[in-house]
């Protein structure tokens, strides 16, 4: 069995393990979050197609502006931004991709924001 020297390893053993029971379909496409250590990425992808239906980042010129950082308030502003995003392309019901990531702090805080925006999972 392998076992993971890093955090980042971890993750991505979490994130592997995950993405065998997710997948997103033209229904319920997957809602993925991914932290880097300054910025935060969330989109909603139906993985039919392997395409992205909505996408949000805080490398974006109108969030840049904010000068953003990876904490919980800004993921919940982003979790709002990709729930209206999505549902001007009439997407209501998604499945949650945490990307490994422990389901606590930031994510909590974008998963929280993204059900609020009416994202439903």
Known sequence: MATATNRRD?????HARLRKKVSGTP?????????SGKNIYAQVIDDTEGKTI???NTT???LKSQKPRANAATA???GKLVAERAM????????????????HGKV??????????????
């Not at 319920?28 to 932290?35: E, I, K």
């Not at 909590?108 to 999972?121: C, N």
Request: no cysteine.
């Open 10 to 14: 971890q993750i991505q053993m979490r």
């Open 27 to 35: 229904e319920r496409p997957r809602l993925a979050v991914h932290f």
């Open 54 to 56: 909505a996408a949000v």
């Open 60 to 62: 974006e010129a109108g």
């Open 76 to 78: 919940a502003t982003v």
């Open 88 to 103: 001007a392309k009439n997407v209501t019901k998604v499945v949650f991709d945490r990307g490994g990531y422990i389901y």
């Open 108 to 121: 909590k805080a974008l998963a929280d924001a993204a059900r609020e925006g009416g994202l439903q999972f």
